[in-house]
């Protein structure tokens, strides 16, 4: 690029010079310039974040439990006699006379007369019509179905399972005896046991593997329907005529009658009688008693309990801060340079 404008720059500046001389009528040959296309390479700065590790000291706080003597008040309740004096009032009951006037009822029979209706019966003969049921037969033909069963041929798909024979190869362990050689620690010689290991070998074993096969199979099939028939049925029709019947009736009339009887009327009367009532009175009495008395006393107790403190601990981590670095990024550019013709 810069060559570019470096080339430019000479061209420019020569054009004038040449056209001075022109002016000046001096003779100026000016070589023959042409430009090429060129890969130029060029840097531009770009910005990049990169993690540093930078080493802190940090403070925690560590929980701890310690325990502490801590004194308390606690109120205990306590017991004692306390003699004490009260007055109550005592009930005492007493007969008091008293009199009073009250009303006696005393019966007197006095003989009244009323009219009474004595019923007398006789036996009256009356007709009444009466309604006599009686039954009649009668044929009729009603038309009935009757249920029917047919048997009808059908086919179906059904699937059957057949067993086909087939060899696998499967893994089956065994227990094989291997000769080890051993080497006795307090003599150092050589010595060979027998030891058993597990072997891994394959087999052949046939397993019959089911196949389903599917396959047209006719089978016949009771289709229940009905049909129609007809029938002859005697019916018994109800049915009831009118009758003339003559019976013998009760009939009960009453009569008026006038008899006598005696009835007890009450009479009053007023009566002063005397008569005793139980008075109850109250009456004070000093009495001593003795009473338990529950008093709080207050009384210091020691006790430890667990209190839980945070503690400062320093304590060296290693961190990754990001920065930003600038870096110089090459790139290449196509750029047209004059070059002199020779």
């Known amino acids: 690029m810069r060559q570019l404008l470096a080339g430019v720059a000479v061209v420019c500046g020569l054009w004038p010079a040449a056209a001075r001389a022109q002016s000046l009528c001096l003779p100026l040959c000016l070589p023959p310039v042409r430009f090429e296309e060129r890969t130029v390479t060029q840097y531009r700065t770009e910005y990049r974040t990169e993690y540093q590790e930078v080493q802190r000291t940090v403070s925690r706080k560590v929980p701890e439990t310690v325990l502490r003597e801590v004194q308390e008040t606690v109120m205990v309740p306590q017991e004692r006699e306390v003699t004490r004096t009260r007055t109550v009032m005592v009930p005492e009951t007493r007969l008091e006379a008293r009199s009073r006037e009250v009303e006696r009822t ?4 006095q003989q009244r007369q009323r009219t009474v209706m004595v019923p007398e019966t006789q036996v009256v003969e009356r007709q009444k019509k009466v309604l006599v049921p009686e039954v009649r037969e009668e044929t009729r033909q009603k ?31 065994t227990a094989e005896r291997v000769r080890t050689p051993v080497c006795d620690p307090c003599t150092g010689l050589m010595s060979s046991i027998c030891r058993v290991v597990p072997r891994v070998r394959e087999v052949c074993v046939t397993v019959c593997r089911e196949v389903a096969e599917r396959r047209l199979e006719t089978y016949t099939v009771p289709v229940p329907t009905v049909r129609s028939e007809t029938r002859s049925e005697t019916v018994r029709i109800p049915s009831v005529r009118e009758e003339v019947r003559t019976e013998r009736v009760p009939v009960t009339t009453s009569k008026p009658v006038v008899e006598t009887y005696n009835v007890s009327v009450p009479v009053k009367r007023r009566v002063t009688e005397t008569y005793e009532v139980p008075v109850r009175v109250l009456k004070p009495k000093t009495e001593t008693y003795t009473e338990r008395v529950i008093e709080n006393k207050p009384v210091v107790r020691t006790k430890k309990v667990a209190v839980t403190e945070c503690r ?18 090459p790139y290449l550019v196509k750029v047209c340079v004059p070059v002199v013709c020779r």
């Open 106 to 109: 005393e019966w007197v029979q």
């Open 312 to 329: 400062e601990v320093a304590e060296v981590v290693t961190e990754r801060v990001p920065h930003t670095v600038a870096v110089q990024v």
């Open 143 to 173: 038309t009935v179905l009757v249920p029917d069963v047919r048997m009808e041929q059908r086919q179906r798909e059904v699937s059957v399972v057949r067993k086909v024979p087939e060899t696998q190869v499967r893994q089956e362990v």
